[in-house]
């Protein structure tokens, strides 16, 4: 279990922007082809792993509580634990100006949420949870 009560809120926010940072500089030089890749049996389409990885957050951070998802049929397209890994390939994903968007969406508003102290330790936890989710989906985009 991730003792997310060690890591004071200007580490995580730091943290946050660090972590989303990466996932930009990672694909900020990729053709919109590379973006999707090839169709492998062991890999997601990279389009798609980078919208679940602001999806996971937002869920997790804000969902969880019942609000809605900045963008529609968030769980239709981007939820890995009910869409199956071939299916990823046809979904109608979101542009890549829309998923830069909606990187950019969540993270603001994660950083909102740690800036206006209005967050619970379990806010905190769900947190650290999506920055540890989104470093291990950026060390796979450096292997794959």
């Known amino acids: 279990m ?13 943290w946050v922007k660090g972590s989303r940072q990466k996932t930009f500089q990672l694909v900020a030089d990729l053709t919109d082809d590379q973006m999707m890749g090839p169709k492998l049996e062991i890999v997601n389409p990279l389009i798609w792993e980078i919208g679940h990885t602001a999806y996971f957050q937002e869920y997790w951070v804000f969902r969880r509580n019942g609000e809605k998802s900045l963008i529609p049929n968030a769980d239709k397209i981007y939820d890995s634990i009910h869409i199956l890994h071939e299916d ?7 542009s890549r100006n829309e998923i830069y968007q909606y990187l950019r969406d969540v993270r603001d508003k994660v950083l909102e ?5 209005n967050h619970t330790e379990e806010d905190l936890y769900h947190i650290v949870y999506s920055i540890y989710h989104e470093d291990m989906h950026t060390e796979a985009f450096t292997y794959t």
């Open 113 to 117: 949420l740690l800036e206006n102290k």
């Open 88 to 94: 990823r390939w046809d979904l109608p994903l979101l």
């Open 2 to 14: 991730i003792d997310h009560r060690k890591f004071p809120v200007e580490v995580l926010r730091e």
